[in-house]
């Protein structure tokens, strides 16, 4: 018998591990990437962090999804995951959702470890609490190559600087979109039947910070906060500010993004943008730590995020893998430590149900 052929849209972490799977399911796979490199926009531009949990104390379901994912993660990436860090998450004395008490008992009550500590350069009057926390990074460069490699070795056919369209969809038995925030470009059905999400255009600075913040991580919460994370192999820091980074959020069917912008995002780290909120992150930082007036801007990376509208209360980041109808499986990505659970999940559904009679969107 013949096997499926599938195409796979998308070669960020998520469409490049499902195309993987579903090559040693035993489908013939054609991965389409229309950048000129893997894991080249969200996979890249974003903050690095292998999710334990401890960043969700009001979203239970992401943090049972990234746990239950993150043994399955090891078994498959675990040579990029970067253990250089201490990481520190500190609760802050004003405005935070969430008081120091209410967050060791949700770390004692879902089983993360942690130990009161403090990184030198956290201003300690400004929070209630700092933890140190048991939690890693993700070395992307390290994550492309064992993509590559798995890609190869599973034979899948991998077709670079190619964007899919419907056209070039056609003569596949099935086709999975892991197209994250551009998942409607290729929906099969009319604009009417295309889930919302909300759309946010990302700005990510990379910085130089004093030699007292090497070998340390951390994050300021709950509420509209700040991080800041060494990159794997670096002396280099990524920033993260819950309202700074943020250019523009829109709500519907696809992402606006600014004109000035555009030619920034997902273009990898733009050394001098004419367009850039880090005075406004570093303005912020003062407040909860100290030193960041040296802070050196080495460029920044612009994205756009896509999450499920209207979770402001629980701030929840599923990964969710949809039917979208006969031949097309939609699978969209929340956080990175579930793409190896959620491929799975995308292959069970091709091998018990290939052609389903009828379905939903
Ligand atoms: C600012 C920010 C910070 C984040 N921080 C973290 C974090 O610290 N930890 C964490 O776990 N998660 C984090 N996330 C979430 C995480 O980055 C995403 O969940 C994940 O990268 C999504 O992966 P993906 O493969 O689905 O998408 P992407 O990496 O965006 O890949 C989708 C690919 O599809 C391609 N594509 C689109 N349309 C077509 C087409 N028609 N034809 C061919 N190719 C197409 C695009 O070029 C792209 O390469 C963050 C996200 C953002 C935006």
């Known amino acids: 018998m013949e096997a499926d052929r599938v195409a796979v849209v998308g070669g960020g972490i998520f469409g490049s591990t499902v195309a993987v799977e579903l090559s040693r399911m035993g489908c013939s796979v054609v991965l389409f990437e229309r950048a000129s490199t893997l894991l ?15 960043h969700y ?3 239970m379901d992401t943090v049972a999804a990234v746990m239950r994912a993150f043994g399955a993660f090891k078994a498959e990436y675990g040579a990029a995951i970067h253990h250089g860090s201490a990481h520190y998450v500190a609760i802050a004395r004003r405005n935070s959702l969430v ?15 942690y ?10 009057s400004a929070v209630e609490l700092s933890v140190r926390i048991s939690e890693a990074h993700i070395d992307v460069d390290e994550l492309r190559r064992l993509c590559a490699a798995k890609l190869a070795a ?7 600087g190619t964007r899919a369209d419907r056209r070039s969809l056609r003569g596949f038995d099935q086709v999975v979109l892991a197209t994250y925030s551009a998942i409607n470009d290729t929906h099969p059905g009319p604009v009417s039947a295309m889930p919302e999400y909300q759309f946010e255009v990302c700005e990510k600075p990379l910085v130089e910070l004093p030699p007292m913040y090497l070998g340390h991580s951390l994050v300021v919460m709950d509420g509209p906060f700040m991080c800041l994370d060494q990159v794997a192999g670096t002396r280099n820091f990524l920033l993260g500010n819950v309202d700074h980074a943020i250019h523009a959020t829109t709500v519907g069917p696809y992402p606006l993004v600014p004109g000035p912008l555009m030619r920034y995002v997902n273009s990898g780290l733009i050394r001098r943008p004419t367009v850039t909120r880090f005075p406004a992150f570093q303005r912020f930082a003062h407040e909860f730590v100290t030193g960041f007036g040296e802070a050196h801007h080495l460029g920044s990376y612009f994205t756009v995020r896509a999450v499920l509208p209207h979770v402001e209360i629980t701030d929840d980041r599923p990964t ?9 499986v939609a699978l969209f990505g929340g ?14 559904l091709l091998r018990e149900d290939p052609v389903p009679a009828t379905r939903g969107r």
């Open 40 to 54: 080249s926009s969200a996979s890249r531009a974003n903050q690095r962090r292998l999710h334990r949990g401890y």
């Open 57 to 59: 104390p009001r979203g």
């Open 99 to 113: 008081s120091a008490e209410r967050y060791l008992a949700f770390c004692d009550g879902v089983g993360l470890p």
């Open 115 to 124: 130990r009161e500590e403090y990184p030198p350069f956290l201003r300690r």
């Open 154 to 160: 599973s034979g899948v056919e991998v077709r670079l």
């Open 320 to 328: 969710l893998v949809r039917r979208l109808d006969e031949r097309t």
């Open 335 to 348: 956080k990175i430590a579930t793409c190896v659970a959620s491929a799975r999940q995308v292959a069970g």
